[in-house]
């Protein structure tokens, strides 16, 4: 059987790695505007009830318009924008984040991807409340650096910008933002890990592409149960046993460290997440790494559709 998958917002980041991803698919069939109808309203409308799948890429308000033209009952939706993530009619596209979580995805027809930063942080700190080694109301902060794709087409213009000097200070050191300590991630972040608190979390940007790190740093005094830092890494395995795309890695990092460093891009292509604990003592950390276009995007995207349709969870990835 070949299914119908239409990607409304198919020239943004995400859209066009869907794209690469299913247009190979021997089960999928991309469906796609007429060139003289692609800003045609109704010939968006039509697409999205002629689908069994339709992903939406787009800004918000704009993936809330397109569930508006959607009267079909039977087209399944993916939206990988920030306006249904805490939506209580729509399903958190997270499989692995709970033993339940893939029953919900492959009953729902509405499901949101989590966002890139929102998937690192959770996946680290979901284990810690679920398994109650720190209290939902533990003030966890974390600190994160993404490639500069994870800022959709402007942030990459400014950076690919060809007349960009190489010497260019401004763009070549890391930048933090969101100094506001009110990032579009907190809600979902908050929700899903089961904290009763918002966290701090201070992203950053990196000159490289692609790529993320998530850091949560905890401290003995912080949680609700004694552990170390060998144990809380074996919290990590079990929690995570059996998954194919969240892997737990060994203590200290084993030979994923170069020199000591631990880089951002070692996922990058894949639909891996890894978890990495450190520390010694009380002193402890836990950092998330992954492809913010993969299983931050559009990986984490085919993902959900296989389950939602049955297909092999790991088709395409």
């Known amino acids: ?22 247009e190979k698919r021997e089960d999928i069939v ?22 069994d799948v339709s992903f939406l890429c787009l800004p918000d308000a704009a993936s809330r318009e397109a569930v508006g033209l959607i009267d079909n ?31 919900a995805i492959r009953a729902s027809k509405r499901v949101a991807v989590p966002g890139c930063y929102a998937t690192g942080f959770i996946a680290a700190a979901a284990p810690l409340v679920k398994s109650g080694i720190v209290s939902p109301d533990c003030p966890l902060s974390a600190n994160a650096v993404s490639g500069y794709t994870g800022g959709g087409k402007k942030l990459i ?22 100094l506001g300590l009110c990032h579009k991630h907190l809600p979902e972040m908050t929700k899903y890990s089961g904290l009763s608190r918002e966290p701090l979390f201070v992203p950053s940007v990196g000159d490289y592409a692609q790529g993320m790190l998530v850091s949560i740093p905890l401290d003995a005094r912080m949680m609700s149960v004694s552990v170390g830092p060998e144990a809380l890494r074996e919290m990590y395995a079990e929690y995570y046993a059996g998954e194919k795309f969240v892997k737990v890695m060994p203590f200290g990092g084993g030979d994923a460290l170069d020199a000591g460093f631990l880089d951002a891009a070692a996922c990058n292509g894949t639909n891996v997440l890894e978890i990495f604990v450190f520390g010694t003592g009380s002193r402890m ?27 092999e969870e790991s088709a395409g990835l």
């Open 30 to 51: 991309l469906l796609k505007a007429d060139p003289e109808k692609k800003k045609d309203p109704a010939e968006r409308k039509k697409l999205l009830n002629e689908s």
């Open 285 to 311: 950390l836990v950092v998330s790494r992954l492809d913010n276009l993969g299983k931050g995007a559009s990986g984490a995207a085919v993902q959900c559709m296989n389950i939602m349709l049955g297909i």
């Open 157 to 178: 213009a400014v950076y690919e910008d060809k007349n960009r000097t190489s010497g260019d200070a401004k763009l070549g050191s890391l930048r933090l933002y969101g």
């Open 73 to 103: 009952p039977d087209t399944r939706v993916i939206d990988s924008s920030t306006a249904f993530r805490c939506a209580e009619d729509w399903t958190y596209g997270f499989p692995e984040l709970y033993k339940d979580s893939r029953t």
């Open 1 to 22: 059987m070949k299914y119908k998958v239409f990607i409304d917002g198919e020239s943004g980041t995400t859209g066009l790695r869907l794209r690469g991803r299913l």
